[in-house]
């Protein structure tokens, strides 16, 4: 069975801040791939970056950075010099080889305050 | 290009109505997936279509709820009768191809209430 566990319920930071949404997962497929979304306060869901199993290249885009370590099962977003803007919901979410059907983790709330 | 489109946005009904959900995909994705959001339960997979054909529907709750999905730019998540406990946001979210996992996109959701 696929199981993504985000263990950070809610993070709180100030604005400049970095902080670090952390994500493991699960699963015995040899080939799936990886996701981030960001559902902010009005409510949809945006995607945000989508990683396959053979590309542990970390990936960098603007202030958001990931690091995907087959060896731990984590995939973990970073956001450098966070933003009031950047307060959200986050989803690390996880899918096999072969449907595209998701499994989303519970999510971390991130607050950023001014 | 236009996004996932789903309608209404706000349903506020009585327990016991019949309550119709509305999707249109993006077009040329051939899949179509209907998620519930709760906060117990964060987001669960009800439902996914591809190419129009019902693919795997093991999420979904109920006898009471049906999908259907008639033509590539259309799908319906229906309860029928309603109770309080189908209160939810519920996504429809579409994306393209199968054997690279293209990433879903998401509609606005549609925010629903069962008095």
């Known amino acids: 069975a696929q199981k993504v566990t985000q263990a950070q319920t809610e993070i709180s930071v100030v604005e400049k801040e970095d902080v670090t949404l952390d994500c493991v997962y699960e699963?015995?497929?040899?080939?799936?791939?990886l996701f981030w979304y960001k559902q902010p306060p009005s409510g949809e869901l945006v995607f945000l970056i989508r990683?396959?199993?053979?590309?542990?290249q970390n990936e960098i885009s603007g202030r958001y950075s990931w690091n995907f370590q087959k060896s731990t099962s984590s995939f973990n977003f970073t956001i450098t010099a966070s933003q009031v803007v950047d307060s959200a919901v986050y989803f690390c979410?996880?899918?096999?080889?072969?449907?595209?059907?998701?499994?989303f983790g519970a999510g971390t709330i991130l607050r950023v305050k001014s | 290009d236009a996004g996932v489109i789903q309608s209404p946005r706000h349903e506020v009904t009585e327990m016991g109505q019949e309550v119709t959900l509305r999707c249109k995909p993006i077009?040329?994705?051939?899949?179509l997936f209907w998620y519930r959001q709760t906060m117990m339960r964060g987001l669960e997979l009800l439902i996914y279509?591809?190419?129009?054909?019902?693919?795997?529907d093991s999420g979904m709750p109920e006898d009471r709820f049906s999908a259907k999905m008639p033509n590539a730019s259309f799908s319906t998540l229906k309860i029928q009768p309603s109770e309080p406990r189908d209160s939810a946001v519920y996504f429809c979210?579409?994306?393209?191809?199968?054997?690279?996992?293209?990433?879903?996109?998401f509609g606005d959701g549609t925010r629903l209430s069962i008095l």
């Open positions: 979210a579409s994306s393209r191809g199968r054997w690279d996992n293209q990433p879903q996109h």
């Open positions: 699963t015995r497929d040899t080939t799936y791939y």
């Open positions: 990683r396959n199993s053979f590309d542990e």
């Open positions: 979410a996880l899918s096999g080889k072969y449907g595209n059907k998701l499994v």
């Open positions: 077009s040329g994705h051939d899949y």
């Open positions: 279509f591809n190419n129009n054909v019902p693919i795997d």
